[in-house]
């Protein structure tokens, strides 16, 4: 469970973010798209890497898709999402 951000600030850039706070970046290269089809998936494993990309049956609150975000950004993403639950009721 939790709020994770993977975001890649260029060609070769990556960044991680669990709950508002970097976890980890990482240089990979880039490579041309090859089809429009995005997949975004929760799961629930041990590690960072299996907790994002795992399989699972765990129902997914929130998803976005955008440009690239910096540390202060995915922060105010994590604050408000977190904001919105409370009015709810309810946390992620």
Do not use: C, D
Not at 8 to 33: F, H, K, V
Not at 41 to 49: K, N, Q, S, Y
Not at 70 to 84: C, D, W
């Amino acid at each position: 469970t939790g709020h994770h951000i993977a975001t890649r600030g260029n060609s070769s850039y990556n960044e991680l973010y669990y709950n508002g706070g970097l976890i980890q970046t990482s240089s990979i290269g880039s490579s041309t798209a090859t089809g429009t089809n995005i997949s975004i998936r929760l799961g629930g494993g041990t590690g960072v890497t299996q907790t994002l990309y795992a399989p699972t049956s765990m129902q997914q609150a929130f998803a976005s898709v955008g440009n690239y975000l910096n540390t202060s950004e995915s922060k105010a993403l994590y604050n408000s999402i977190q904001n919105y639950q409370t009015l709810l009721n309810r946390q992620i």
